[in-house]
């Protein structure tokens, strides 16, 4: 998953459209020709959150003028309750309001699927419930009210769309993300939680403003490197920063502040447009010779042709001026050429300096924006080290920075999709590059599921191809004896919701009715100790290290805060401050995110560190080890006959058991990503929690001067609770770290339990085998056989030619 977040204005939407040939929230790919779009509405509670807020900005006491936060309430309000007199709306409560259109139950809570084959059409059937035709609160006039239909584009809490485009075919998923956050509570969490899941970050921004605008700043601050350093995502590899509109290229200016006057090789352009530039005007001037040499000329030969209207033969003059004439309409036609050639050159030697100035304001903004990445990346590593350590080599990576020029991709695009030739010359919009890094970043991820469905398909084939063969001369009595020994039965118990219950309790309910000695209970109690083992030593080592390091970093944390408090609202809009102050420090910016810096920023690397540690570094062999034991006992209860057979089963099953336990690491780091990502955003909400009086009590001040009165009385609290604020969030945020080793643990205890059901399937051979009689039966027999051994050896080609290609053989061969 890929978020891309940006600033208004940044040309977001047309960088979405220009690298899918389409933007709104999460868009993801769809194997059909046709447009899907998934539209999701906000719950009945979440949009009565949101009335609270809109009706607490309508009505704030120090408005005498129409903020943008008034008009934003005001236009979310119309919307949705169009009948509504914006007079009554100071008066009115939440559920008062909500009950203004009865129709919001069917809405709300609900989600509205759009499917088109035609982009006009489904553009035009999203742009009715994304877009905002209504206008603003206008003020009562004396005419009557025209009916207005509501509109619930304010109640649209996700929109996912899914197109039929190469860029996602490899597997990613864009997702539009307001970069300043949102007035909605509800779609703020959504963007917390994609923030959470993503994989990678794109962060846009126009190439004129990439280096020193201020939103785009607040995208790379201090909350949210802290935020992806905990989520162990703040290096070069997750985060891609694209400068977009490269294609707006003011030159002066540019040659201005770069310094490029004295540049030899723009000095030798501007040379070339300069020649250009004569040479068109001489031309120019050519023609207008011509053209009054022409005239004059045709007035000469009009004027003789009068004097000799009676003569029957023309004169020699008029002859010759007529042969003049005719070289002059040649000569006009030749300067005519010769200015459309100079012309061409012109325009050529322009773009060329187009060109060149937008290559050095590309270079030059590259160079700074990897600058300030590396500058920050060490500041975040300074701050959280130990004095054992040193900076990591991954400082070395370079952040990527693409410059791209997305409008001109869609009119190039466009020109070609039409069959005309565009007039953008070979300009390098560069999103072409930047959509093969989309393909490029998802490879890793779609090599390692492949490789993993060849592996299991090829074991599955395996242990297909070992049942067909099945065990022929064992006899009834004996499979019978062995599968009264060792197999094991499900108890209706078990299928309970593992949500009821605890999933280790209800494996014990599932396998209740089986016998002592059966395989799946045995291995799960002998997993069991394993797994108890493992976690407890993931206890000690959050126990020891990294709740040491939150309560160490708190004490510390608690002097920043109030000096946080006062730079944030330094320099803002009052009203800003105040609507930031009603939603619980959470507008534009996040206040709350911003004071867990002081916290985050020290815990980062451990807290990364900590969760990327290898806790199951003997998972495998002492797992391994309790399977090998066990079926070393089936293997004995045996009979003779049947004992060597079993032998050579019990090898195989083995060897697949060891990829599977192999993978389980792979099952177990993802879980811990998704809760190291959960933990890492639970920081704020923890923030707000502890300040939300504070909150309330800066709102209680109005009037004349409560612009500083809210803002010393929500610091004055700040100053009393800095202390408690870090410790009861590191105590929260501690009690929320056990949950490690109950995530470990829960996730071992279900993929150990799928293994210990292959092998319970893999060894039933034993005594289920594949009873096949007669002609027919062997020849279909043979004829399975052979296809099974044709899969695997197709499998096993592409498998080994991966390992040809990783161990760098195969450079330079086809």
């Not at 459309?340 to 100035?357: G, S, Y």
């Not at 991820?445 to 299991?456: F, N, S, T, Y």
């Not at 006899?475 to 009821?500: H, T």
């Not at 879980?671 to 704020?684: G, I, M």
Request: aromatic fraction near 6%.
């Amino acid at each position: 998953m890929v978020n891309e977040l940006a600033t208004t204005g940044a040309g977001k939407s047309t960088l979405i459209n220009a690298l899918l040939g389409l933007g709104v929230t999460e868009i993801a790919y769809n194997p059909n020709k046709n447009l899907k779009a998934d539209i999701e509405y906000l719950t009945a509670a979440e949009w009565k959150e949101e009335v609270n807020v809109l009706l607490e900005d309508l009505r704030d006491p120090t408005s005498s003028v129409n903020t943008e936060e008034v008009e934003v309430a005001r236009a979310k309000v119309k919307a949705v309750y169009p009948s509504v007199d914006f007079h009554a709306l100071k008066t009115m409560t939440a559920d008062e309001l909500l009950a203004q259109n009865s129709a919001l139950s069917i809405i709300l809570g609900n989600t509205v699927r759009i499917v088109e084959n035609s982009p006009a059409r489904f553009s035009q059937e999203l742009s009715r419930y994304l877009d905002s035709q209504e206008g603003l609160f206008e003020p009562p006039t004396n005419k009557e009210p025209s009916v207005v239909p509501p509109a619930y584009w304010p109640l649209i809490r996700q929109v996912r769309i899914f197109v039929n485009s190469s860029v996602l075919a490899c597997g990613a998923i864009l997702v539009d993300l307001p970069g300043t956050g949102d007035s909605n509570a509800a779609r703020n969490r959504v963007a917390q939680s994609f923030m959470a899941r993503a994989d990678r970050f794109f962060i846009v921004a126009p190439i004129a403003r990439a280096v020193n605008d201020k939103i785009a700043a607040e995208l790379c601050g201090q909350a949210f490197k802290s935020q992806l350093k905990m989520s162990g995502k703040y290096h070069a590899h997750a985060i891609t920063f694209i400068a977009t509109k490269c294609d707006d290229v003011p030159c002066k200016e540019i040659i201005r502040n770069l310094g490029l006057a004295s540049n030899p090789d723009l000095k030798a352009i501007e040379k070339r447009i300069k020649d250009a530039q004569a040479n068109l005007q001489k031309w120019k001037q050519t023609k207008v010779n011509y053209d009054t040499n022409k005239k004059n000329c045709g007035i000469q030969c009009s004027s003789d042709v009068q004097q000799n209207s009676h003569s029957t033969t023309l004169s020699g003059d008029i002859g010759q001026l007529k042969d003049e004439l005719l070289h002059l309409h040649r000569s006009i036609e030749s300067a005519n050429i010769s200015i459309d050639i100079a012309n061409k050159k012109h325009l050529a030697a322009i773009a060329e300096r187009t060109a060149f100035c937008a290559a050095k304001r590309s270079e030059w903004a590259t160079a700074k924006l990897q600058g300030h990445f590396r500058a920050g990346l060490e500041e975040m590593e300074v701050d959280d080290m130990v004095d054992d350590q040193s900076l990591p080599d991954r400082l070395d990576d370079d952040l990527a920075v693409f410059t791209v020029s997305a409008r001109s991709q869609i009119e190039i695009e466009s020109a070609v999709h039409r069959g005309e030739q565009h007039m953008l010359g070979g300009i390098d919009t560069r999103i072409p590059e930047l959509r093969h890094r989309i393909d490029t970043i998802t490879l890793p991820k779609r090599e390692k599921v492949g490789e993993l469905a060849l592996h299991k398909t090829r074991d599955h084939t395996c242990e297909a191809d070992s049942w067909i063969d099945g065990i022929p001369g064992v006899s009834v009595s004996d499979r019978d004896r062995l599968k009264a020994l060792w197999r094991s039965k499900k108890s209706p118990a078990g299928a309970r919701s593992k949500n009821d219950i605890p999933y280790r309790q209800l494996l014990q309910m599932r396998y209740q009715s089986s016998p002592e000695t059966a395989i799946i209970p045995v291995l799960l109690k002998a997993f069991q100790e394993v797994v108890d083992s493992l976690t407890g030593e993931v206890s000690i080592r959050f126990g020891t290290g990294l709740r040491d390091k939150c309560r160490a970093s708190a004490s510390v944390a608690a002097a920043e805060v109030v000096k946080i408090s006062e730079d944030f609202a330094t320099g803002l809009h009052h009203k800003t401050y105040r609507a930031t102050l009603v939603r619980k420090g959470v507008f534009r910016q996040d206040l709350n995110a911003e004071l867990a810096v002081p916290l985050t920023k020290r815990i980062a690397r451990s807290w990364s560190d900590a969760f990327a540690s290898n806790f199951l570094g003997t998972l495998e062999d002492r797992a391994a080890m309790q399977i090998e034991l066990l079926l070393g006992r089936v293997v004995a209860s045996a009979p003779a006959y049947l004992q060597p057979r079993a032998q050579e089963l019990v090898r195989s099953i083995m060897l697949r058991t060891r990829r599977e336990l192999h993978r389980v690491h792979a099952v177990v780091r993802i879980a811990l990503d998704e809760l190291k990502a959960d933990l890492s955003q639970s920081l704020s909400p923890l923030v707000q929690s502890q300040l939300t009086k504070g909150y309330e009590d800066a709102l209680l001040e109005v009037g004349i001067g409560s612009q500083k009165r809210q803002r010393d009385v929500f610091n004055a609290y700040l100053e009393i609770k800095k202390h408690a604020l870090f410790a009861d969030t590191t105590t929260a945020l501690e009690k929320r770290l056990d949950d490690v080793s109950q995530v470990v643990g829960e996730t071992l205890d279900k993929a150990l339990e799928g293994i210990a059901r292959t092998v319970e399937v893999s060894i039933s051979i034993l005594w289920e085998g594949c009873p096949l009689e007669g002609e027919e039966d062997n020849k279909a027999r043979m004829e399975t056989k052979t296809l099974l051994a044709d899969t695997i050896a197709e499998i096993d080609c592409w498998l080994d030619a991966k390992k040809y290609r990783d161990s760098g053989k195969a450079s330079g061969s086809k």
